[in-house]
């Protein structure tokens, strides 16, 4: 494994880290990507209560915008997809996140560290799924 991407994920993980424990302190909710969303542009809520929401979603994105455009971003070929698998991708983690309530930040990041059985037992479930479909799809791929 490179170095540069070693680094790249140890400063990753202290910026997502970071920002959960801000979020929870500051705010008291946890940095659960989906949910954020979610209720960002449910129309149940007032605009003055999503205005946090919606800085958090602007900063997911504009973070990685803002590095490309400075050329410190990183160049991942699975980049590289058809619209079409990029958008259909985005339903199914979508549709997991509601079934699964709550996404890999909520669950994975947040539940466990607060030692939540249920995200305990949604994070071994989504990443032993992970695991699974990564290696099936690495085989196929190798076999072609």
């Given amino acids: 494994m490179d170095l540069i991407v070693i680094t790249d994920s140890i400063v990753g993980g202290l910026f997502i880290g970071v920002a959960a424990v801000t979020l ?3 705010l008291g909710r946890v940095a ?3 949910g954020i969303t979610w209720q960002a542009v449910a129309l149940e809520n007032e605009i003055s209560a999503n205005i946090w929401r919606w800085c958090f979603i602007g900063g997911l994105i504009m973070g990685p915008l803002l590095l490309g455009m400075l050329g410190l971003g ?3 070929e699975s980049l590289n997809r058809s619209p079409i698998i990029v958008l259909v991708s985005g339903v ?3 549709v ?10 909520g669950h994975a990041v947040c539940g466990v560290a607060r030692l939540s059985k249920r995200s305990i037992v949604a994070t ?3 990443m032993s799924s992970g695991i699974l479909t990564a290696t ?3 085989l ?3 076999a072609s």
Avoid: P
């Avoid at 996140?97 to 930040?105: L, N, Y």
């Fill in 24 to 26: 929870y302190v500051f």
């Fill in 32 to 34: 659960g990507i989906s």
């Fill in 74 to 76: 990183s160049d991942y």
């Fill in 92 to 94: 199914l983690v979508g």
């Fill in 96 to 105: 997991g996140s509601k079934i699964g309530s709550g996404c890999t930040s």
């Fill in 124 to 126: 071994a479930c989504f």
């Fill in 136 to 138: 099936t799809l690495g």
């Fill in 140 to 142: 196929l791929s190798d």
